[in-house]
C-alpha cells in the first residue's frame, strides 16, 4: 500500500492545497494530512482547531468519505512521523521556483534523515499549483484577514 503523508501547518488550509490533497488521492493508496508544528513559524490557531478546520473542508468536498484521507497532527520530525505512519512517500505543492528550490533541499535532506535514522528512503512528490491558486499563500491570507478582506 502507498502512503504518502502531506505535511504543512496549514494556518489556514488553502484551495491551493486542497487541490494537492485531490491531485494525491488519485496517486496513492492512503494519503495522511499532517499538520505540523513549525518553530519557524506563528501559528496563531491551536492543532486542534487547525485540524478541524482540514477536516471540515475535506467534508465539504467528499474527501473524508473516501476513507484513504485521514488528518492527524505531531510535533515530531516529519520522518518520524512517517516512520511511524508506515508512509514512504511525502507530498509538497510547488507554486513557483523559490517553493521547489526550499523544497528540494528539504527532500534531500529528509531523505537521507530517514536512511539513517530508519533505514527508510522517504522520497518526496511535488505536485504544482494550478495556474490560478499560485498566488494563493496561507500568509496571503492571514494578512488579508487583518483588513476583513478575502479572496
Not at 494519503?31 to 496563531?44: L, M
Not at 485540524?51 to 485521514?70: A, C, P
Not at 516512520?83 to 527532500?107: M, P, V, W
Request: net charge negative; with cysteine; aromatic share 10%.
Amino acid at each position: 500500500m502507498a502512503i504518502a503523508v502531506y505535511p504543512g501547518s496549514f494556518n489556514p488550509f488553502t484551495i491551493g492545497h486542497l487541490d494537492v490533497v485531490q491531485a494525491a488521492s488519485r496517486m496513492f493508496d492512503k494519503i495522511i494530512i499532517c499538520i505540523a508544528v513549525n518553530f519557524e513559524k506563528q501559528n496563531s490557531n491551536n492543532l486542534e482547531k487547525r485540524k478541524e478546520q482540514v477536516q471540515s473542508i475535506l467534508e465539504e468536498y467528499g474527501l473524508l468519505r473516501e476513507n484513504n484521507i485521514e488528518v492527524k497532527f505531531t510535533d515530531q520530525l516529519i520522518v518520524q512521523f512517517c516512520h511511524d505512519n508506515s508512509a514512504d512517500f511525502l507530498i509538497k505543492g510547488i507554486r513557483n521556483t523559490i517553493d521547489f528550490e526550499k523544497e528540494y533541499d528539504q527532500a534531500i535532506s529528509n531523505r537521507a534523515l530517514s536512511k539513517k535514522l530508519f533505514n527508510q528512503e522517504i522520497e518526496t512528490v511535488w505536485i504544482p499549483a494550478r495556474p490560478e491558486h499560485r498566488h494563493i499563500s496561507s500568509t496571503l491570507l492571514r494578512e488579508l484577514k487583518n483588513y476583513d478582506v478575502s479572496l
